[in-house]
T-cell receptor, first 112, second 115 residues
């Protein structure tokens, strides 16, 4: 049972345009959401997070939006750069739990 | 900067062998985790530990065990390797028990092939 879903395995975006990566979840107990970025042959690195008391969190070119009623979050990257080409995982946890549940990942390719 | 080091980048083992994957973190983190990454399945949690000698099963613990004798070291053990355990194994650590507020720091992974 996949509690965190990334329905787009891949996405291609022109350099300079906006990249939008989507994530859906089913567990209403999730209250903290994170995005990780992974380059080939490296471990994932933390990118940005949001708690369920917010609906938006911004960090430079990266913004995460949370729609609790739809159980949906998205990561916006503006403007997209070639170095953003990577696999992006969303992840979720339910309060005080050590465990993170990850999605299946979306491979983002930025086209120069 | 947190450093999580996995002892091997690539391993090739035979079916039935006992396999040890080692992980060390240098930032005194309480929590340590073992994930495996497979195409189309994302990252799946095998085991985690929130203290020395403590361990908790993750989502896919079957066929694996772990050992945490020291705070900085977390070992994943495949008692009898099988071909369906061919995967990328990722170790991670985090500062405290609240996973959401304490991001995971990952090692670079060990690609294990079981033939």
């Amino acid at each position: 049972d996949q509690q965190v879903k990334q329905n787009s395995p891949s996405l291609s975006v022109q350099e300079g345009r906006i990249s939008i990566l989507n994530c859906d979840y089913t567990n209403s107990m999730f209250d903290y959401f994170l995005w990780y970025k992974k380059y080939p042959a490296e471990g994932p690195t933390f990118l940005i997070s949001i708690s369920s008391i917010k609906d938006k969190n911004e960090d430079g070119r990266f913004t995460v939006f949370l729609n609790k009623s739809a159980k949906h979050l998205s990561l916006h990257i503006v403007p997209s750069q070639p170095g953003d080409s990577a696999v992006y995982f969303c992840a979720a946890s339910d309060g005080g739990n050590e465990k993170l549940t990850f999605g299946t990942g979306t491979r983002l390719t930025i086209i120069p | 900067d947190v450093k999580v080091t996995q002892s091997s980048r690539y391993l090739v083992k035979r079916t039935g062998e006992k396999v040890f994957l080692e992980c060390v973190q240098d930032m005194d983190h309480e929590n340590m985790f073992w994930y495996r990454q497979d195409p189309g399945l994302g990252l799946r949690l095998i085991y985690f530990s929130y203290d020395v000698k403590m361990k908790e099963k993750g989502d896919i613990p079957e066929g694996y065990s772990v050992s945490r004798e020291k705070k900085e070291r977390f070992s994943l053990i495949l008692e009898s390797a099988s071909t369906n355990q061919t995967s990328m194994y990722l170790c991670a650590s985090s500062l405290n028990r609240q996973a959401g507020a304490s991001p995971l720091h990952f090692g670079n992974g060990t690609r294990l092939t079981v033939t």
